[in-house]
């Protein structure tokens, strides 16, 4: 209990006094216990009134502090931060709302208001009566960051987590860089190729020596917190010894007898058990799939530089902050989605870009010129059967940008788009416009009502009931149906799994929020950037990139976080491990320690949220929230009663 | 006399949010929606952290109703919130019939931060329901 | 001439403190560099601080900008002028930027003034409230809105009579009216544009009859009315304070329209006239609203979603383009479009029209730029050199761009721009350190 407490109460200019009588307050508070000193005042935020207030607590001693004046949302840190200036811990200050719960509430009852202030004055001064000094949970950070997936956003972060000065670790798990963007062509808005844009920021990434690149990389175990995360890291061989000799590379691509489907390029093409996915891939050293190679040795016959000696190595990293930039995968229509696997010419939107990749004058397919393009939008998006239920957001654009690069590209091209209402946000609409007026066919229908691809003889034919036509049936022959494939999360995210990453209910990782914060998760030092978070174009993965790196950056940047002490407390002797507490936190702050013979829950300060779910699980009442223990809440019931 | 019509009146304890719930309350204020002044507010940081042991001791000390301003899905630490304040609903209920409390002094409702009408609502119809003579 | 005061020093100066500056400014202050933040309105907060609620999660627009707000006027490394414009900046060389500013009076003492609003009941002189878009009224001495940052009263000069009422009821006397204009010499490091859009102004389209016909307002208007420091604790159409019940929205006025010169997407306007159709449907619960559209851009994390809950809640969408409206002789409107599904031109009444304006660039700023060109894209938004790699970057090095400065975007994407542009400034600045 306290002796020396300083009570204020504020007129608030009237805003206050003119409903609550603050004088017959002051008087009925302030022979309360602990209570030394009890003052009105007309403004308790104005400055004059802090420099009061800051003289009294230093010269007085005081011990505790209450302001009774507006909304803590107002003015709670203010005066926080006018005892610290007195040398008082900020913890043994309470504020009370007698403004907007009181004086402005009850405008219409006197007598009522002032009863109710005098009662809520009471119960701080009850609260601070139990209140304690505390100091924030000090934690060192590591000055480092893991960056998981070297895609063009996780790459243009570590560029910049780098420049600002941060050690950085980019883990790959592919033998390649740069993501979905290396298998585009041609951009949107940018006369840059997506080959070009993974060059531009690999280059970067080679030049900072404070980043290092890892492919191949996968991260297998995870602990520690924010400040000190530990990774373990495996990173599988490429078979093949740095600083090769190139002609003898593809010596050893050449005679290499495998045949396999190419998944660069979406299975259209074939490739070799050891490849690389394109001729200036980066890092520009070929790998061997050791899943599919038979071991014939007969790349070793023209290439010294293989090794089949390499061993998996495994690492282990120390990082501040994670930042998962883990992209996403196109969506993978079902057999018979549209005619898809079953109907030789359909084909999704990321086939299609590299179709127009290999093809020369004429846009070929399996031997076919094709002339008659059918895209079918919001394939695998907006369904209202399926579980994606979001818009994918990129591929309208995309698919209108690789309709009219087609044109300009081949001859006789003819573009039919089965939409569901286009969505070329911002100045992609111009986009739109260019389209139209280069003579594409727009055909919409609803989403109850979509397109059918059907096989007539050797002809592949879409219908459409046109709702731009007044419903009519119309039809189209095609040479090449696009399944417009949206975005979905990738399929395989171990990390996202053993960092207990959020994910919405579309699946994608999830911000904190999305307006607040909205790179970052509620596992404090975990970031996310790019379409790990939600379909995105690269303007905005890079945009989300850049904000990412800060957020990370700031956490790291400090070498010591300072985390708020109001955490849950667990009472040794009660506690008799039943896990409910776990169960219920929604951050995992517990552990099972072992105490005086029996198990016990034990809190990691620098996790726990000071939420409070898990208070009214425990059966022994073993855990208190420091600033809500019992003691306090019930003295301010009593107080309020 | 005025003093009378507060004494009379059933004292209520608001269980509020400090990020949700009691800025709607403190909107209610600013907007001059009134209420009676015998309603009470504790903030607390989730509705989810409300021990049933305060709740009861609320009511043994003479509160007539105890209402728990609940985050809703909006709560800062997740949509578990929700199913755990119900929970403690339940289990507070059930503990107010083993002591011969009558559970509906016990009330929850999910209160957003712009919910200032929506809260003004609940507690005028509690305040009545508590000044029923039978309660 | 306004009075030259002394030349002031920071890492960067951020120039708008809307959403997206305020988070670059708090980026960067967090980081350890010395921000001055400059707003030309009386309140930092930008146009998100006066919405109602945000789509697609419905949260309350003051509830997310409040915290935001106090954050930045709290932080020791910020350094506010609010009612100030950047009048010219010059780079002088890599890393070094001068700035003049000028600052308006704003014939009150911010530190000591306590937002009591004593002055306002005093102030005889009523006008038009610009912050509740022309719907109500306000006094010459006047605090912005309730959740205005600084809370603190200005006097509108223009409009004031000088009759000394609100100095006599200040407690505090913190009314000045000796209060001039300060000039201000500025070096920075670094400067981030976030100098925000401006609304389209639906005069331009005479045929839809705004400012002629009562009954058609902005969307930013009916925004207003639906925010939690509303003017009128309801919703009412302005011709005659009826209470609406068959509401229309007009989608796309002002853009995607090349005869009002603004031919691209705002972006933004068909997800926030399902939200305000949605908050309609909360507090006109009998009310029906009525969507024209062309196409909905429903294209975020959560929009989709959202669109299709106002299609369950009942919000009929029309595929139309709406030609002309005119008005009843009991204020009701009668809109005349062409039924895309039809095919066929139809008629429609409703009792208010809600026009949902588009977003429009804010040039200003490329002027203020004497010795370098801030280059702007072909639609006028400060134009994005590298927009794959570096969003944020601008003509000049060392000069970047936040939010819907650089074209139309929404909260989050605003947000994330404003990252973005804090991210390159730093590692800029760090150059210099190095």
């Known amino acids: ?641 | 006399m005025e003093a009378g019509k507060v004494n009379n009146s059933p004292k209520i304890l608001v269980f509020s949010t400090e990020k949700i719930s009691d800025p709607a309350i403190d909107m209610a204020g600013l907007l001059k929606l009134h209420y009676p002044p015998t309603v009470y507010t504790i903030p607390v940081p989730c509705s989810s952290a409300v021990k049933p042991k305060w709740i009861l001791h609320a009511l043994e000390q003479g509160f007539d109703g105890v209402f728990i301003a609940a985050d809703g899905t909006d709560c800062p630490y997740g949509e578990s919130c929700t199913e755990k304040t119900a929970q403690v609903m339940t289990a507070t209920q059930q503990l107010m019939k083993d002591k011969g409390i009558d559970p509906a002094r016990l009330k929850m409702a999910a209160i957003c931060s712009v919910c200032s009408e929506p809260f003004v609502k609940h507690v005028k119809s509690f305040t009545e329901y508590l000044k029923k003579p039978s309660n | 001439m306004p009075e030259q005061k002394e030349t002031l020093e920071y890492d960067v100066l951020v120039v708008g403190g809307g959403i997206a500056g305020g988070e670059s400014a708090l980026n960067l202050a967090n980081i350890g560099y010395k921000v001055l933040l400059l707003e030309k309105e009386l309140t930092i907060g930008g146009k998100m601080i006066l919405l109602s609620k945000v789509f697609p999660t419905l949260d309350c627009a003051a509830c997310i900008t409040t915290p935001k707000v106090s954050e930045i006027s709290r932080h020791p490394n910020i350094t506010i002028f609010t009612s100030t414009v950047a009048k010219k900046i010059n780079k002088i060389a890599e890393h070094r930027f001068e700035a003049v500013i000028l600052k308006k009076p704003r014939y009150v003492n911010v530190p000591d003034c306590t937002g009591c609003q004593l002055c306002e009941e005093a102030c005889p002189v009523s006008v038009t409230d610009q912050y509740q878009y022309g719907l109500v009224g306000r006094k010459a001495a006047y605090i912005p809105f309730s959740i205005a940052s600084p809370r603190a009263a200005a006097i509108d000069i223009d409009n004031c009579t000088l009759c000394g009422a609100c100095e006599r009821a200040c407690p505090t006397k913190c009314i000045d009216f000796t209060q001039t204009e300060e000039e201000y010499l500025v070096k920075v490091k670094s400067v981030v544009v976030a100098t925000g859009f401006n609304l389209f102004d639906p005069l331009k389209i005479p045929r839809y009859g705004f400012g002629k016909f009562k009954n058609v307002i902005t969307s930013m208007q009916m925004e207003r009315q639906l925010a939690p420091t509303r003017p009128f604790n309801t919703i009412l159409r302005p011709g005659d304070g009826k209470m609406p019940d068959n509401i229309a929205y007009v989608l796309c006025t002002g853009s995607r329209d090349k005869t009002v010169g603004n031919p691209i997407c705002s972006q933004i306007c068909c997800m926030y006239s399902i939200k305000q159709a949605q908050l309609l449907m909360g507090a006109l619960p009998m009310a029906d609203i009525t969507i024209y559209y062309l196409h909905i851009r429903a294209f975020g994390k959560g929009f989709n979603e959202f669109y299709a809950q106002a299609q369950d809640m009942g919000v009929e969408f029309v595929k139309g383009k709406v030609g002309k409206i005119t008005e009843n002789e009991d204020g009701n409107l009668i809109l005349r479009y062409e039924d895309i599904e039809s095919g066929v031109v139809k008629e429609a009444e409703h009792d208010m029209v809600v026009l949902s304006v588009g977003v429009l660039p804010n040039m200003e700023i490329s002027e203020t730029f004497e010795n370098k060109n801030l280059e702007l894209d072909p639609f006028n938004f400060v134009g994005q050199p590298d927009i794959l790699a570096s969003p944020a970057k601008t003509s000049i090095e060392g000069v970047f761009v936040a939010g819907t400065a650089s074209g139309p975007m929404d909260i989050p994407d605003s947000i994330l721009s404003g990252g973005a542009a804090s991210a390159e400034t730093t590692s800029y600045l760090r150059r210099a350190s190095l």
């Open chain 1, 1 to 641: 209990m306290k002796k020396k407490i300083g009570v204020y109460i504020c007129h608030c200019g009237g805003n206050i006094s003119d409903y609550v009588d603050v004088e017959q307050v002051r008087k009925a508070v302030e022979n309360e216990p602990g209570v030394f000193l009890a003052k009105t005042t007309m403004f308790a935020c104005a400055d004059s009134n802090q420099k009061e207030m800051v003289e009294d607590i230093a010269a007085q001693h005081l011990d505790g502090v209450v302001v009774a004046s507006c909304s803590p949302k107002l003015h709670l840190i203010t005066f926080r931060a006018v005892t610290e200036r007195a040398g008082l811990n900020k913890y043994n200050y309470v504020h009370a709302n007698i403004r907007e719960q009181v004086s402005w509430a009850h405008s219409d009852n006197k007598p009522g208001a002032t009863e109710k202030a005098i009662r809520i004055v009471k119960s701080a001064i009850a609260k601070v009566n139990r209140s304690e000094s505390l100091e924030p949970v000090k934690v060192s950070a590591t000055k480092a960051v893991a960056v998981i997936g070297a895609g063009v956003a996780g790459m243009r972060a570590a560029i910049e987590l780098a420049e600002a000065g941060s050690e950085v670790y980019l883990i790959e798990r592919e033998h390649f860089v740069g993501g979905r963007v290396a298998q585009f062509d041609d951009l949107c808005v940018s006369t840059e190729t997506g080959k070009t844009l993974v060059t531009r920021l690999y280059d970067e990434v080679m030049k900072h020596k404070h980043v290092t690149l890892f492919t191949g990389a996968e991260v297998i175990e995870t602990s520690g917190s924010v400040g000190n995360f530990n990774l373990k890291v495996k990173v599988v061989p490429r078979y093949i010894e740095l600083r090769c000799k190139e002609h003898q590379l593809q010596d050893a691509i050449d005679v290499c007898p495998v045949q396999v489907p190419d998944e660069f390029n979406f299975n259209i093409t074939m490739r070799k058990a050891i490849y690389h996915n394109y001729p200036s891939e980066y890092p520009q050293l070929p790998a061997i799939d050791i899943k599919n190679c038979t071991r014939c040795g007969e790349c070793e016959k023209v290439c010294e530089n293989i090794n089949f000696d390499q061993k998996t190595e495994y690492l282990n990293l120390k990082v501040g902050s994670i930042l998962l930039a883990t992209g996403f995968d196109p969506y993978e229509p079902k057999r018979g989605e549209f005619g898809y696997g079953e109907i030789e010419n359909v084909v999704t939107l990321p086939q299609f870009k590299r179709i127009m990749h290999y093809s020369k004058d004429k846009l070929m397919y399996r031997g076919k010129q094709i002339k008659h393009i059918a895209y079918i939008y919001c394939v695998g998006s907006r369904q209202v059967d399926g579980e994606n239920k979001y818009c994918s957001r990129y591929c309208c654009t995309a698919t209108i940008h690789s309709a009219v690069t087609a044109k300009n590209k081949f001859k006789d091209i003819y573009n039919y788009h089965f939409n569901r209402g286009i969505r070329t946000y911002g100045k992609q609409e111009v986009l739109y416009d260019e389209s139209s007026r280069k003579g594409d066919i727009y055909l919409q229908s609803f989403e109850d009502a979509p397109p059918v691809v059907e096989k007539k003889g050797d002809k592949t034919i879409v219908k459409i009931t046109d709702i731009l036509t007044n419903n009519k049936e119309l039809e189209v022959e095609a040479d090449l149906v696009v399944l417009v494939t949206g975005m979905v999360p990738r399929k395989e995210n171990s990390i996202a799994g053993l960092l207990k990453v959020p994910k919405g209910r579309d699946n994608f990782f999830n911000e904190i929020h999305m307006k607040l914060r909205p790179v970052e998760t509620v596992i404090d030092g975990i970031t996310i950037a790019g379409a790990s978070q939600g379909p995105k174009n690269i303007m905005e993965s890079m945009n989300s990139a850049l904000s990412a790196a800060t957020k990370s950056f700031s956490i790291v940047n400090a070498g010591e976080l300072a985390l708020e002490p109001t955490v849950a407390k667990i009472d040794k002797e009660n506690c008799e491990w039943c896990g409910k507490c776990d169960e219920a936190c929604p951050y995992s702050a517990f552990t099972k320690i072992e105490y005086n013979g029996k198990f016990i829950a034990e809190v990691n300060e620098t996790i726990c949220k000071g939420c409070g779910m898990c208070l009214p699980v425990c059966d022994t009442n073993a855990i208190e929230l420091i600033g809500f223990t019992d003691k306090e809440v019930e003295s301010m019931i009593d107080a309020l009663v």
